[in-house]
T-cell receptor, first 114, second 111 residues
Framework: KAGVTQTPRYLIKTRGQQVTLSCSPI?????VSWYQQTPGQGLQFLFE???????NKGNFPGRFSGRQFSNSRSEMNVSTLELGDSALYLC?????????????FGPGTRLTVL | GDSVTQMEGPVTLSEEAFLTINCTYT??????LFWYVQYPGEGLQLLLK?????DKGSNKGFEATYRKETTSFHLEKGSVQVSDSAVYFC??????????FGTGTRLTIIP
């Protein structure tokens, strides 16, 4: 079974631009979560989607948004990029997204904002 | 809110040494507990998990036991290898909630 895939793997943008990251979950998984990883803040939860609905949201500004499609693929969008948005963005999928479910992570998209 | 505290790194050991990485948690309910590992340039891989008290998770020679009385989930391995060099994250989740991660512990194994 194919794992979680994320595209692109690397991105370089400039301040003020916007960016869209894509995540394809493991087949059959309906929950997709997004995390931001930085050296200073560690791993922080952005949001989680289940059956095309945002079910949980972390403490990030409204510039960070996401969506999920009927095939469970998910995208996240960051508008008006800031230098501090430079990070590794990780997507994880699980069957139902409940506490006991295992979340399987993709390789991440490394975003650099100049 | 829920939180995870892990042993500060970095940790440097010689090959075949015994490894312990401490992890304690604070949670209102009965969370599931996880250890994830991150190799350089990669995403997170699940190493092991435990979903209830006294459960022991194990994988690739690593073990961790869910201790409710001490709210701990320490990671152990009897004999580490150079290939175990990575960053290890302890995490918890409950209900439909997100994974809450510790800060990570960088482990380096010297031949």
């Amino acid at each position: 079974k194919a794992g979680v895939t994320q595209t692109p793997r690397y991105l370089i943008k400039t301040r003020g631009q916007q960016v869209t990251l894509s995540c394809s979950p493991i087949s059959g998984h309906r929950s997709v979560s997004w995390y931001q990883q930085t050296p200073g803040q560690g791993l922080q939860f952005l949001f989680e989607y289940f059956s095309e609905t945002q079910r949980n949201k972390g403490n990030f500004p409204g510039r960070f948004s996401g969506r999920q499609f009927s095939n469970s693929r998910s995208e996240m969008n960051v508008s008006t990029l800031e230098l501090g948005d430079s990070a590794l963005y990780l997507c994880a999928s699980s069957l139902q997204g409940t506490g006991g479910d295992t979340q399987y992570f993709g390789p991440g998209t490394r975003l650099t904002v100049l | 809110g829920d939180s995870v505290t892990q042993m500060e790194g970095p940790v440097t050991l010689s090959e075949e040494a015994f490894l312990t990485i401490n992890c304690t948690y604070t949670a209102t309910g009965y969370p599931s507990l996880f250890w994830y590992v991150q190799y350089p340039g990669e995403g997170l891989q699940l190493l092991l998990k435990a979903t209830k008290a006294d459960d022991k998770g194990s994988n690739k020679g690593f073990e961790a036991t869910y201790r409710k009385e001490t709210t701990s989930f320490h990671l152990e391995k009897g004999s580490v290898q150079v290939s175990d060099s990575a960053v290890y994250f302890c995490a918890l989740a409950q209900g439909n909630e997100k994974l809450t991660f510790g800060t990570g512990t960088r482990l380096t194994i010297i031949p």
